[in-house]
């Protein structure tokens, strides 16, 4: 059993997607970040960061297993059960260049892009500019990626996928009414995923 320390966030969604596809046993504790449940003591001792999502893996080898970061825990579900990594390393390494890309870099910049999209009315017009012109950068680049690959890791569906998806969707209507762009290649490959009924359970397994 895994119990899955979560809250409603794409960063969340991400590993519910990979249990769902996995079909592996998991529990979900719910950590209210909306009323800062995240600072409690108790899930410090999971989290050194503070942030949700967080594993316990009550089955792995050695006992317990305690983990923290998205790109991490994708990882660790990816071995555990043999599926979503590659094993030939070139199409591998693309498949965790992506993974890497998203955790560094598409998650945390569409993080503010949402955040001050949210609050146009109460923030000052630079940072506004300043995350929506990187959000938009970085959907060309996922978008040029997925002209070139059904899937952004290479020809097969993977943890790059499942990191990427719940962000992309979170954040590219919203984008889009600020920059009035495209990326049919990201909206293709939206629509194609979205009819993995797994992925489907893992994105709505966490809805209110
Ligand atoms: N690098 C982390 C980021 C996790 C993260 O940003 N989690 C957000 C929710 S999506 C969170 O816990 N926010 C609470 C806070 O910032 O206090 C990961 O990939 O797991």
Redesign the pocket.
């Known amino acids: 059993m895994i119990d899955v320390h979560t809250?409603k966030?794409?960063?969340?969604r991400k590993i519910a997607i990979m249990l769902e596809e996995a079909r592996l046993d998991y529990q979900v504790k719910l950590v209210d970040?909306t009323r800062n449940e995240?600072f409690g003591p108790a899930f410090l001792k999971i989290s050194p960061?503070?942030?949700?999502?967080a594993i316990v893996d009550h089955d792995a080898p050695g006992g317990p297993l305690t983990i923290?970061?998205?790109?991490a825990i994708l990882l660790h579900l990816a071995e555990r059960a043999g599926m979503f990594l590659s094993s030939d390393a070139r199409v591998r390494a693309s498949e965790l260049q992506w993974l890497f890309w998203q955790?560094g870099g598409f998650?945390p910049m569409l993080?503010q892009f949402s955040h001050f999209a949210g609050r146009k009315d109460a923030v000052d017009p630079y940072p506004l500019k300043r995350f929506t012109d990187e959000a938009a950068r970085l959907f060309g680049v996922l978008d040029r990626r997925l002209g070139e690959t059904e899937h952004v890791g290479g020809p097969a569906y993977s943890v790059a996928d499942m990191a990427i998806y719940p962000w992309s969707v979170y954040a590219r209507a919203r984008l889009e009414t600020a920059a009035s762009t495209g990326f049919s290649n990201v909206a293709r490959w939206e629509a194609q995923l979205a009819q993995r009924p797994a992925l489907g359970r893992g994105m709505a397994s966490l809805s209110t």
């Open positions: 809250w966030t794409p960063n969340g970040i995240q960061n503070n942030k949700i999502p923290c970061e998205s790109g955790v998650g993080g």
